[in-house]
C-alpha cells in the first residue's frame, strides 16, 4: 500500500482500512530506504499517548489459513518509547483491537537504553514469547523490517519471523 491517502486525515477514513484509529493519521511525505522502490504516498503516524486499544485499524481481507504471508514496513521513531508498547497486530478472524498474547502475530517497540530502541515479535497463539531485535536502533534513523508469518499443518506450530534491514 503506498497510502496515497489525503494528509491530516485518518487512517480509518480510507478504503480497505477500517475500525478505530484516533491516534493513527496520515502525515505528508513518506519514508525511503536503499534499494527499495519508493512508492510515492505518504506517511503513516502514530500520535504520542496511544494506549493499548485506542489505535486500531484493522484491515479487512479474506481469511488466510494456508501458506506464508510476509508484510513489510519502514519504521522512524522520532521520540523514545517507553516500555514494550504493542505496535501493530495480525489478529485470528473475528478479532478486534490490540490483542497482545492472545494475537497471531504482534510487533512491539520498546526502549533498549537511554537512546537506542528494539522492536520484538510475538507469535502469541503458541504461547511464545517475546522475541527482541538483537540490534539496539537509533531514534530518528529509518530502517526496514519485514515479518512473515508461515501456517503450518499442526495445531500450535505456526511460525514468526522478523528481518532488520536485510
Same mark, same amino acid.
Given at each position: 500500500?503506498?497510502?496515497?491517502?489525503?494528509?491530516?486525515?485518518?487512517?480509518?477514513?480510507?478504503?480497505?482500512?477500517?475500525?478505530?484509529?484516533?491516534?493513527?493519521?496520515?502525515?505528508?511525505?513518506?519514508?525511503?530506504?536503499?534499494?527499495?522502490?519508493?512508492?510515492?504516498?505518504?506517511?503513516?503516524?502514530?500520535?504520542?499517548?496511544?494506549?493499548?486499544?485506542?489505535?486500531?485499524?484493522?484491515?479487512?481481507?479474506?481469511?488466510?489459513?494456508?501458506?506464508?504471508?510476509?508484510?513489510?514496513?519502514?519504521?522512524?521513531?522520532?521520540?523514545?518509547? =517507553?516500555?514494550?508498547?504493542?505496535?501493530?497486530?495480525?489478529?485470528? @478472524? #473475528? !478479532? $478486534?483491537?490490540?490483542?497482545?498474547? +492472545? &494475537?497471531?502475530?504482534?510487533?512491539?517497540?520498546?526502549?533498549?537504553?537511554? =537512546?537506542?530502541?528494539?522492536?520484538?515479535?510475538?507469535?502469541?497463539? @503458541? #504461547? !511464545? $514469547?517475546?522475541?527482541?531485535?538483537? +540490534? &539496539?536502533?537509533?531514534?530518528?534513523?529509518?530502517?526496514?523490517?519485514?515479518?512473515?508469518?508461515?501456517?503450518?499443518?499442526?495445531?500450535?506450530?505456526?511460525?514468526?519471523?522478523?528481518?532488520?534491514?536485510?
Amino acid at each position: 500500500d503506498g497510502f496515497n491517502y489525503t494528509p491530516g486525515t485518518q487512517l480509518s477514513s480510507d478504503t480497505p482500512w477500517g475500525g478505530g484509529g484516533a491516534n493513527i493519521t496520515i502525515g505528508s511525505g513518506n519514508l525511503t530506504s536503499p534499494g527499495l522502490q519508493d512508492l510515492g504516498g505518504n506517511e503513516v503516524t502514530l500520535q504520542s499517548g496511544i494506549a493499548s486499544g485506542t489505535a486500531v485499524v484493522p484491515f479487512n481481507a479474506s481469511n488466510i489459513t494456508s501458506g506464508t504471508i510476509f508484510f513489510s514496513f519502514l519504521l522512524n521513531p522520532t521520540t523514545m518509547p =517507553t516500555g514494550n508498547n504493542e505496535l501493530m497486530d495480525l489478529l485470528p @478472524s #473475528g !478479532a $478486534t483491537g490490540l490483542q497482545g498474547s +492472545t &494475537a497471531a502475530l504482534a510487533i512491539y517497540v520498546g526502549s533498549q537504553n537511554a =537512546t537506542q530502541y528494539k522492536l520484538g515479535i510475538r507469535h502469541g497463539l @503458541s #504461547g !511464545a $514469547t517475546y522475541t527482541p531485535t538483537t +540490534t &539496539a536502533l537509533t531514534v530518528g534513523s529509518v530502517n526496514f523490517f519485514v515479518v512473515a508469518y508461515t501456517f503450518n499443518p499442526g495445531v500450535g506450530d505456526d511460525t514468526v519471523s522478523l528481518w532488520l534491514n536485510p
